[in-house]
């Protein structure tokens, strides 16, 4: 899942509601996997899927209408419990970067330590999203980190957003905390010399 991040242009899958918490995102009978593996698989697991295992038609990730690595999601993203499944299964589904007009704090860390951006947007801006990707399926958002800017290809219009400089470096060079502190270990022992 480790991925570079510099500008990422895509079709996007709307999910236009509010309040999607984290049990919604990956229900709670799948947490007992250890391993990231295959969470995808169940991303939306109650939407995407009836009683007996069958895709629920009109559900926007069984609707072929709609593709691309971009989540376009409502208000309040990731509320409620803390699980990081939440994030591996939207990172294992495919998507680099969900956008919304509010993002839960805890999950938003979730997603950056899986290499998922979240875009955090104005809700006029989210609105508008919304209303080209009803209108042409096919437009696409361009998704700039280095500048950190969000924009609309069809309307042309752009909202910068806000990213932990850290987290910025660490999606820019394809690290995780551990490489992080592996790429800094000359420094960090340069560090204790000098201190110790």
């Known amino acids: 899942m480790k991925q570079k991040f510099d500008i990422i242009t895509s079709t996007c899958v709307p999910l236009p509601l509010e309040n999607v918490d ?12 250890t391993d990231k593996e295959g969470f995808g698989e169940n991303l939306f697991r109650d939407w995407r899927y009836d009683k007996n295992g069958q895709p629920i ?9 709609y ?17 990081e499944h939440a994030a591996w299964a939207i990172a294992g589904y495919g998507f680099r970067v969900v956008i919304s007009s509010f993002f839960a704090d805890i ?50 219009r752009q909202e910068h957003f806000d990213i932990n400089a850290y987290k910025k470096h660490c999606l820019m060079h ?23």
């Open 22 to 33: 984290t049990d919604q995102i990956i229900p709670a009978r799948f947490l007992k996997a």
């Open 57 to 65: 038609k009109d559900f926007v990730l069984n609707d072929p209408t």
């Open 67 to 83: 593709g691309g690595c971009i989540l376009v999601a409502g208000k309040n993203f990731g509320s409620g419990s803390s699980r």
């Open 107 to 156: 999950h938003k860390n979730n997603e950056l330590n899986n290499f998922v951006l979240p875009v955090q947007v104005s809700e006029v801006f989210l609105q508008e999203l919304f209303q080209t990707i009803h209108d042409n399926p096919k437009s696409q958002v361009e998704v700039d980190l280095p500048h950190q800017t969000v924009t609309n290809k069809t309307t042309g």
């Open 174 to 196: 394809g690290l995780d905390d551990i490489d992080f502190l592996v790429e800094n270990k000359d420094k960090i022992e340069a560090w204790e010399q000098q201190n110790c």
